[in-house]
């Protein structure tokens, strides 16, 4: 099994607005929010997919461009893996980056 292609919507929704107007210093957020779809176009997912094995075994993937886009807000943030994985529940400000509000995606 592949991993899949990350395909996110690219406008805003009702409640990604919501969110977006509340942040006020960590705009790296919004830029990555609002660019996700450039930075990780289909090649450059095609490139990040070879990282992982073909594997039968296990659940589906995430997909290896929300996995980096992940890691790129844990390094900005400066927590730890635990951190992280609380801040993509807990934080609407990463699940707006990360195409999960409110665990919708």
Known sequence: ??????????????SEQKVAQRIRK???????????HELFDAEFQIELAKVFKDSSVGLCPVPPAQIALAIILQAYTGVSDDE??????????????????????
């Open 26 to 36: 960590a705009k790296l957020f919004l830029f990555l929010r609002e660019i996700r």
């Open 84 to 105: 992280a994985i609380e801040a993509m529940v807990m934080d609407r400000r990463w699940q707006l980056v990360l195409n999960c509000l409110d665990g919708e995606s």
């Open 1 to 14: 099994m592949r991993p899949p292609m990350w395909n996110p919507p690219i406008e805003l929704s009702a």
